[in-house]
């Protein structure tokens, strides 16, 4: 157990501290959380609007999972990144392609479906593929409900969507089904 974390070890791990709201974590995302990390599944995606603490519950995870769960803060074992870093960064940083593949829990935050260059998105479906046949958890924020994107000419959006919305594989939470917790009480984490 890890209970003492310094800002360079969180930095590391794509968490800054001062970024992290000091408030409760909801119940109802915590417990999907929860059963997702005792699943046999590898994908987790929580869809929804803005004010459902999608990226809060992100945050708040990677420090539990740091300060209780890991041996030494490091990014392979988890990693927290907003999607736009990954797509500005990814396909020139090997570094980060090398965390994004082989961290044991990868907390990607804020995935959109952009027009951004076909190459970044057959990386990154390279990428969810791999972290698939490794059984390596990943933890993926966004607005979008991914089974929008199933339908229409085959792209690598669809590729992608296909992985996240299959229920052998994945676990879908719609938070604005619970409404916007910004005003109702949590636990803490």
């Not at 994908?43 to 995870?61: A, D, N, Q, S």
């Not at 199933?150 to 409404?179: H, P, W």
Request: aromatic share 10%; hydrophobic share 35%; glycine share 4%.
């Amino acid at each position: 157990m890890n209970t003492h974390l310094r800002e360079e070890d969180l930095k590391q791990c794509g968490i800054e501290v001062e970024t992290v709201p000091p408030v409760k974590v909801p119940k109802e995302m915590q417990e999907t959380i929860k059963n997702f990390m005792r699943s046999g599944k590898v994908f987790l995606v929580l869809y929804g609007p803005p004010g459902t603490y999608k990226t809060t519950t992100l945050k708040k995870l990677a420090l539990y999972e740091l300060k209780n769960r890991a041996p030494a803060p490091n990014p392979f074992y988890v990693y927290y990144t907003k999607f736009a870093r990954l797509a500005k960064h990814l396909l020139e940083d090997q570094e980060l392609h090398e965390i994004v593949l082989k961290t044991r829990l990868l907390l990607i935050d804020d995935l959109t479906f952009l027009s951004l260059r076909e190459a970044f998105w057959l990386e990154l479906f390279d990428i969810l593929d791999e972290r698939y046949e490794k059984k390596r958890k990943t933890i993926i924020a966004t607005n979008h409900d991914p089974a929008e994107y199933l339908t229409g000419q085959v792209s690598m959006f669809t590729r992608i969507a296909s992985r996240l919305c299959d229920e052998n594989l994945s676990t879908l939470y719609e938070t604005q089904k619970s409404g916007s917790f910004r005003n109702r009480g949590g636990t803490e984490w």
